[in-house]
């Protein structure tokens, strides 16, 4: 009874670590060109891309900048107040890398006639490719 319990415990930890793999490799994150320094997000209608926040300060705590999620409800009419917005994907975004400061990667919103503005969105979000 003690082995068929172990056997048991052995397949359901098997189990839920291919589950949770399988979820974390099928989020869409959003990416960084190394080459061009652009960032960007593009939706797949097959992966959910978590809510992601920029964050005027690399600080959870500070202001909410700009949000990116594959659900229309964090999105249609910017219901967390973002100073940029809120967006399914960069499509027509004009976003740049700058660098890495700690656990966040600190990017510019660049938009035609206005001043650059800053933000830090946690690196654990972010692919370099």
Do not use: W
């Not at 940029?84 to 990667?105: F, K």
């Not at 660049?110 to 946690?122: I, N, R």
Request: charged fraction near 25%; proline fraction near 3%; charge should be positive.
């Amino acid at each position: 009874m003690q082995n068929k319990m172990k056997k048991l415990m052995t397949i359901s930890r098997v189990i839920l670590s291919v589950l949770l793999s399988n979820f974390c490799y099928s989020q869409n994150l959003p990416s960084i060109n190394k080459v061009d320094k652009s960032f960007s997000l593009y939706m797949d209608k097959s992966d959910d891309t978590p809510l992601i926040y920029g964050y005027k300060l690399p600080n959870l705590k500070s202001e909410k900048m700009i949000c990116f999620s594959s659900f229309r409800s964090d999105v249609d009419n910017n219901p967390h107040k973002c100073v940029l917005g809120a967006y399914n994907e960069t499509g027509d975004l004009n976003i740049e890398y700058i660098t890495i400061e700690g656990n966040y990667v600190k990017l510019k919103f660049k938009e035609e006639g206005k001043q650059d503005t800053l933000f830090y969105v946690e690196k654990k979000y972010i692919k370099f490719e």
